[in-house]
């Protein structure tokens, strides 16, 4: 492929994944995504801990960079609209700044969405089993087949993880463990107390950001790098 083509697909990725973006906060301006009571924010979480940590050290990291301080973090909901059509924009910056920047997945399933709570707790299950990408991707790609419907779609989610090749025995254990559902809720807790009201929602370290396109992401995330 020759420079001018490759720099055509690279233009109309860019300018995609800005729609995504812009789409999403419009979406945001009207129902915020569905809202939580900002008055039940917790000050300390289930483990006793205090709560409104953006990090915590058994949070999901999709990438490890060791020698850097700078955290991507995303608040998300399988089952949100939004989510799915900023996935694109998120694997992007993941492709471009992977190497400099430590990008953390934390679960904040929304009361307002049937399945998101079962759709977390099936992540977590296949993270245990070191399949945590496949089973987010895969929910995402799925999302219209089992989203904002009110039946549980558990029989979906153990077909994903049979598709994926999971042992199902420890699946099935895990997800139906108290202890699963307490390790989300850690997360919910900290992005309540974080003043996450909706999804998805985004930090750089500790610093909330609100991008109205996909430039306002590489610009928050350059400033942090330059700020080390």
Request: glycine share 6%; charged share 25%; net charge negative.
């Amino acid at each position: 492929m020759n420079m001018k083509g490759l720099g055509s697909i690279l233009a109309n990725t860019r300018v995609l994944l800005t729609v995504f973006v812009i789409a999403v906060a419009m979406v945001g301006t009207v129902v915020f995504l569905s809202v939580r009571d900002k008055d039940s924010a917790p000050d300390i979480a289930l483990d006793g801990s205090p709560a409104g940590q953006t990090v915590r050290e058994n949070s999901h990291r999709l990438n490890s960079v060791p020698d850097s301080e700078v955290y991507f973090v995303e608040f998300l909901d399988f089952e949100c609209e939004g989510c799915r059509a900023l996935y694109p924009a998120v694997e992007q910056l993941r492709a471009e700044y992977g190497d400099r920047v430590n990008f953390v997945l934390r679960y904040f399933p929304l009361r307002s969405h049937f399945n998101a709570e079962r759709a977390a707790r099936a992540v977590e299950a296949a993270a245990q089993q070191g399949q945590l990408e496949a089973m987010y991707r895969k929910m995402y790609e799925t999302q219209a087949q089992w989203g904002e419907k009110q039946i549980p779609a558990d029989d979906v989610f153990r077909g994903f993880a049979q598709q994926l090749g999971l042992d199902m025995e420890a699946f099935d254990a895990t997800y139906n463990d108290p202890a699963t559902l307490e390790r989300i809720q850690l997360d919910i807790a900290d992005g309540t107390a974080l003043g996450v009201q909706g999804t998805p929602t985004f930090f750089i370290n500790d610093e909330r950001i609100q991008p109205r396109s996909y430039d306002d992401l590489t610009t928050a995330l350059d400033q942090a790098l330059e700020r080390g």
